[in-house]
């Protein structure tokens, strides 16, 4: 398997455009997770999904944040509009009730300017 | 409800030399531990994960760590420091039925000839 893969790797845009970060999970595992990773918070859990339901989105910062799953293999996670505040990494994570550690994508950085 | 602390932001060792990374948990629940290391631009890896059963843990790279319920610590250890080590280490916990992870914030771990 290819592991967790999220595109794109690297995004710079202007404060106030929309943003799109993706996600595919590993076949498989019915979990999926969406960290947020900064120097002043550390690892921030923003939401999770079970069989493509939102169970838990409390970490997501403001309404400018949102995430959907259509699909077992595919999720986004959707920044509009952006602030530079924003600036950070962002980690997809997958797992399966068999499994019990997460399994990281090597993440999106977005900068903000 | 779970968190982690990790005491030291940053932690120093010459190369040979023991490495200790101190994790401390709380967990209403019998919790599920992990060491997970970042290198620089790379996502999350898991190096070692307790679940039930022996409560001392092998994991790769010649690191280890042991469960202390008494102590509610999973420090991770590694009689020999190399130079490949140097990394950023996050602590997490799980609770037994839950699948979110939650992260503490990270000692980097620095490694001198």
């Known amino acids: 398997d290819a592991g967790v893969i999220q595109s794109p790797r690297h995004e710079v845009t202007e404060m106030g455009q929309e943003v799109t970060l993706r996600c595919k999970p590993i076949?498989?595992?019915?979990?999926l997770f969406w960290y947020r990773q900064t120097m002043m918070r550390g690892l921030e859990l923003l939401i999770y999904?079970?069989?493509?339901?939102?169970?838990?989105d409390s970490g997501m910062p403001e309404d400018r944040f949102s995430a959907k799953m259509p699909n077992a293999s595919f999720s986004t996670l959707k920044i509009q509009p952006s602030e530079p505040r924003d600036s950070a990494v962002y980690f997809c994570?997958?797992?399966?009730?068999?499994?019990?550690?997460?399994?990281f994508g090597q993440g999106t950085r977005l900068t903000v300017v | 409800a779970q968190s982690v602390t990790q005491l030291g932001s940053h932690v120093s060792v010459s190369e040979g030399a023991l490495v200790l990374l101190r994790c401390n948990y709380s967990?209403?629940?019998?919790?599920?531990l992990f060491w997970y290391v970042q290198y620089p631009n790379q996502g999350l890896q898991l190096l070692l994960k307790?679940?039930?059963?022996?409560?001392l843990v092998k994991g790769i790279n010649g690191f280890e760590a042991e469960f202390k319920k008494s102590e509610t610590s999973f420090h991770l250890t590694k009689p020999s420091a190399h130079m490949s080590d140097a990394a950023e280490y996050f602590c997490?916990?799980?609770?037994?039925?839950?699948?979110?992870?939650?992260f503490g914030t990270g000692t980097r771990l620095l490694v001198s000839p």
């Open positions: 994570a997958s797992s399966s009730e068999v499994n019990t550690e997460a399994f």
């Open positions: 076949s498989g595992h019915d979990y």
């Open positions: 999904f079970n069989n493509n339901v939102p169970i838990d």
């Open positions: 967990s209403s629940v019998p919790p599920y």
């Open positions: 307790y679940t039930t059963g022996a409560t």
């Open positions: 997490a916990v799980r609770g037994t039925g839950f699948q979110k992870l939650v």
